[in-house]
Structures are given as structure tokens and as C-alpha cells.
């Protein structure tokens, strides 16, 4: 059995440590922000990525292309980070969703660059299709009822993402 200085001790070192342990926690996520980071399938930098929606103007019909993209993200899922929009360096943005919905990306990744590869193409979203999205993005219910006709959109399905930290 314990005295009451020998409690005392254990209680203070034990302290100690939890202190130091989530002081040390939080450094590394802190320096964790600081870097890339990578979701879905590894993939390497072979080649210079698509900057530009060159690569979907190219399309005809139900056509796709495996390829890089690299762009901005401009907005992403609030509801769990299972898809986000990207503005390519002409101005043009591209829809992106994840494969399989096998992963998804941090909710506060707006803002950051990212480098995607996957498959891009074309598609037509439906009137139902934006209004979900734009409920996930936590458009109001005026916005929401605006939205009545289908668009032709730039799409990309990713296999494996890299967010590049904001500069």
C-alpha cells in the first residue's frame, strides 16, 4: 500500500507525462498540416499534370481518359468529404468524385492545390443531382429551388488524390 508521498509522486509523474504526451501530439499534427497529403491509390508524378480543361474539350460523347490533374479546390463535401469541386488554371472547374467511394478528402481542404489521377469525362447532371449537391454544400432552400434544368459538366472519378498545403 501506498503512503501518502508515494501517491503523491506517482500522481504528479503521471501528470507529467500526459502533459508531455499531448503537448507532443499536437506538435506532430501541427507539422503534419505543413505537408501533403495522400488519399485512395498511390500514384507518381510521371508526368506533367493537366492544368487546363484541354483535356475534357477533347472528349466526344461517352468518351474518358486516365490522366493527372492538378487544380485548386474550391469547395468540398461538408457532410463527410465524398466529393469536391477544382478550378483548373483557365478558370474552368471540374466536379470530382472518389472511386468506389473508397475515400475521402478532409472537409477544410478549400483553399488547398491538389494533384488527382483518375479518369476524366464528360457528363449530365441532373436537376436531382444538383440539388443534392448543392444541399451538401449548405446552399439554402431558395438556391436549392432555383436549380431546374440538367448540365453538361467536366467530371473526374479519382483513384488516389495528393493536397499540396496551402502556400
Known sequence: M???NQF???TIFFNSFLVIFFTLGSQSTEAQQDTNQAFGEAFELVAQPNLDAKV???L???ESTQTLISGSI???CQAKG???KVALSDGEEVFVRFKDYGFFVP???AGNSVIMNGKAFLEEMSVEDQQHYAKDKGASQEEINAITSPKRTYRFEAEGVVIQPKS
Request: with cysteine.
Open 60 to 62: 466526344k460523347g461517352d
Open 56 to 58: 475534357f474539350q477533347e
Open 2 to 4: 501506498l503512503n501518502n
Open 8 to 10: 503523491l509522486a506517482k
Open 107 to 109: 472537409t477544410n481542404s
Open 74 to 76: 474550391t469547395e468540398v
Open 82 to 84: 465524398c466529393w469536391m
